[in-house]
């Protein structure tokens, strides 16, 4: 009975990653087709003596289909395997796409593979500075720029697909003492040596890895109890200054409030962690369970741990949803009749974004007036909250599309949101 649960699990599972990946397209003499990782282990030696920066990446993928595979990855290639054998990936831009992926130049049956490709990580990257033999390495993602995601820095999928993955880093030559920073959980450590694990519900735009000299930021660490039972251990780190009225003490106090405050709205914490980079000014990026945050926007950032890295986005024409979402909880919980006056002032006007988009247009005050509008569309039945508590838990972890949301609306508040979504969201 177990096997046979597990077999119905996984069934279900890729079916429903088929239904959010984008449609294969034509290559070569046959069709390129999406895959589904399954496991992925990173492999990065950082050689000061040497001044290179490597990174082996191990990926086993299935494909449901016969056909060239897609994966992505922008460093250059040194090295590619597949299936033990040598080859290479093109990097193509898909029919009336704006972004750029790569596809295998094999032609693939379908059934399980192994990929193995080497690359420089640093290539895109600051913050290795071979001449002082220490590391501040950010690895930060990005959502408003196109293959700004995993992608930048080793072989990854795109959005739709979540897999387990090991991260290992090894600093050869260096008298510095280095620690990573992290939303994984820690499976080995010695002295520059880090090996990491992140659960097979991330993605592409999950990881928070982040690794720096001992003693460089200013760190707030505690616990905040959770409607769980959980006890939910936070990290705050900076490199601000310390002051009167410190930056670490001012990000603890808020994140209390919002962190109660998205409980008994939403539901209860969805993370293991929580793990906040601080710094003055606006701005942010928020990743599971973590974020690297301007402290004007915490709250906004925080939000993101429930829509995005909570209910997360499949690409990028649904990252509307969380962007909406978080702004409209962050403006605090707007009604209104219309979102504007006209459609053409306020539509996101899905349908002429380009086919294949990866990140987020700037479109966050057209979505957040959307969901005041369905907010005081159904006021009668409770509004948006108790739909997003509902839906939270049923798609925690699990990406979706615009259609999914529309379909849950209508379920939910039993109305046909045609009409409203056409107007505002796809013309």
Known sequence: MKILTIICFVFSFNIFAAEVA????????????????????????????????????????????????????????????????????????????ETKLRVLNRYLEKGLHSLEVESDIGEFAGGIDFDSNRLDFDMSLSDLLDREFFEIW?????????????????????????????????????????????????????????????????????????????????????????????????????????????ESKIGAWPHQRLLIQINEGPGGMEYHGATSSGIEDLRHELIHSYFARGVMSSDGKSSWIDEAITEWITHGYKNQELPCLTSKDCSLKLNELPSYIRHTTVYYHHGEAFISFLNNKFKSQGGMLPFLSWFFLKYKFIPISTEILKSELELYFNSDLTYDFGTYIYN
Do not use: W
């Not at 660490?221 to 780190?237: A, D, N």
């Open 22 to 97: 984008p449609s294969d397209f034509t290559f070569k003499n046959g069709m390129a087709v999406f895959v589904d990782f399954r496991e992925a282990e990173y492999k990065v030696v950082v050689d000061f003596k040497k001044k290179t920066s490597t990174v082996v990446s191990k990926v086993q993928f299935y494909q449901d289909k016969s056909g060239f595979p897609i994966f992505d990855i922008r460093t250059k290639i040194q090295r590619l395997m597949i299936d033990s054998n040598k080859s290479s990936a093109s990097e193509v831009t898909p029919p009336g796409a």
């Open 154 to 262: 080793a072989v990854s999928n795109l959005e739709y697909d979540q897999f387990p993955s090991t991260f290992e880093l090894t600093i050869l030559n260096s008298k510095t003492n280095h620690k990573i920073y992290h939303n994984g959980t820690t499976l080995h450590q010695r002295q520059n040596f880090f090996k990491l694990s992140f659960p097979d519900y991330f993605n592409t735009s999950a990881a928070y890895i982040h690794i720096a000299p001992v003693g460089a930021y200013r760190e707030k660490s505690f616990e905040i109890e959770s409607i769980s039972g959980l006890k939910v251990p936070v990290l705050i780190y900076t490199m601000e200054d310390p002051s009167p009225d410190d930056i670490l003490d001012r990000a603890a106090s808020e994140t209390l409030s919002f962190f109660h405050e998205l």
